[in-house]
């Protein structure tokens, strides 16, 4: 117990305490990255029937090649996945980004800051730029602990939905042919996975003081790639708009139709 008393006494005196500071709980927060409030799944499994006698088809070729089928069918629902906002700061008269960010907020190195929004952000449903609202957000204050929430942004929901045929075609007693095919995302539904979470703020001056503004949203990184090419094309305009924060990136997605087909012999 005294050793305790000591060490926290000792570290409230340093100045720069690294990583070890009172409210490290607060910061590192209680949501895991991979957290999700809700799963739902559902499977199950059809053994088709007789589709021989069903057809009138019923001799030994039909029953073959008709009877014995297996269906399995496998569906997970997800709900959206929790993600922190990341900052950065960039100079006013050049791309460079502000050196030792850590130290001049928090006053440690290994203390990042947090960005902290003044309203709820998670209405991107009505905002065609960015999945989430970008205006409430802002830089703390200098000097800051750094303690801005964690993972209180909210993607979109996913799915998994995939489909397994499978039939034994029997040679004799112990000996069958298995066919087996699997449909993953059969559909070939797109399904999204990342979100720029990135902050970029531009200092308006030589000093913080003077000013800042987001830099990297979707409508001003269009605005930034006008002013600098006049002659922009569509595409490029594009380009520099799903860049933006709060966009979902539109060439990273999960797994498209995949569709496997195998055959085993069993004995």
Known sequence: MQFVHSWSKLLSGIENPGPFFAQWKDYTGYIANNHRVHVVGVNYTYDVPKLSSVLGWN????RQLLDGWNIAHLMNFYSGQPLTPTMGLQYANNNQGVANINSMFTGSPDIAPRIVPSSNVNNGANN???MFELS?????GIPDLGMGSRNYLWSRGTFSNDINI???FPIRERLGLELRASFFNPFNQVRRQDVNTGFTYKMKGANLANGYYLYNSPQQLVTNLVERLPNSTEAEKYNQFRSGV????????MDMRRIEIGIRVKF
């Open 128 to 130: 065609t730029a960015a």
């Open 246 to 253: 709060g966009h979902e990136n539109v060439t990273s997605v």
């Open 136 to 140: 409430p957000f802002g830089l703390p």
């Open 166 to 168: 499978s039939k034994t």
């Open 59 to 62: 001799n030994g070729i039909s």
